[in-house]
């Protein structure tokens, strides 16, 4: 079983749309859940974190962990073009982060 | 600017060849770390540090070599002993040695082999 498992995608969505990304995880002793947005062959830049269970929010971006059934998602919300990227789930427990395989999303204008 | 400077951007190695990425950070973070981006695949980490002239093996060590002789510089040799170097690297840093809940990238060097 892989310690994070994500829809490669692609994902794409008409601008304006929201965007649900989600994974799932396996080592329930990680406390950290991260999401990472990467543009092509840039390297990935910290969205959003955020500690155990619950919701965060940042503008259009949305964090949720639900730690009873190990997952993660994603929420953007009024989707941009700009958004058009890979974006990569992560957690994290003492010194190892695990990351997901990314899915790479689409907004079109 | 703070942040992370990876050099050079494209990279190619012959066989037989050891080739060198290089990774500077001024944000002053004391935990640095590798990793290898392959199409599909996570990130999967090669070597961290945690403190200068200090170095831990991650999850694929094999056929590649840091060193930490300064806060600031952790580069990374591909030796001949990688047989599939081809791939992207991205090197890290965070404020701590440990649950980095913050991770701080550079821009990449995507190795080819010739």
């Known amino acids: 079983q892989k310690e994070v498992e994500q829809d490669p995608g692609p994902l794409s969505v008409p601008e304006g749309a929201i965007v649900s990304l989600n994974c799932t995880y396996s080592?329930?002793?990680?406390?950290?859940f991260m999401w990472y947005r990467q543009y092509s062959r840039k390297g990935p830049e910290l969205l959003m974190y955020t500690y155990s269970s619950g919701n965060k929010e940042d503008g259009r971006f949305t964090a949720q962990v639900d730690k009873s059934s190990k997952y993660i998602s994603l929420f953007i919300r009024d989707s941009q073009p700009s958004d058009s990227a890979t974006y990569l789930c992560a957690y994290t427990g003492g010194f190892k982060t695990i990351f997901g395989a990314g899915t790479r999303l689409f907004v079109k204008a | 600017d703070g942040g992370i400077t990876q050099s050079p951007k494209y990279l190619f190695r012959k066989e037989g060849q050891n080739v060198t990425l290089s990774c500077e950070q001024n944000?002053?973070?004391?935990?640095m770390y590798w990793y290898r981006q392959d199409p599909g695949q996570g990130l999967r980490l090669i070597y961290y540090?945690?403190?200068?002239?200090?170095?831990q093996k991650g999850d694929i060590a094999e056929g590649y070599s840091v060193s930490r002789e300064k806060k600031e510089s952790f580069p990374l040799t591909v030796t001949s002993a990688q047989k599939n170097p081809t791939a992207f690297y991205l090197c890290?840093?965070?404020?701590?040695?440990?649950?980095?809940?913050?991770?701080?990238f550079g821009s990449g060097t995507q190795l080819s082999v010739l």
């Open positions: 944000l002053n973070h004391d935990a």
């Open positions: 080592n329930s002793a990680f406390q950290y």
């Open positions: 540090s945690q403190i200068v002239n200090d170095f």
């Open positions: 890290a840093s965070g404020p701590r040695g440990q649950l980095n809940e913050k991770l701080f």
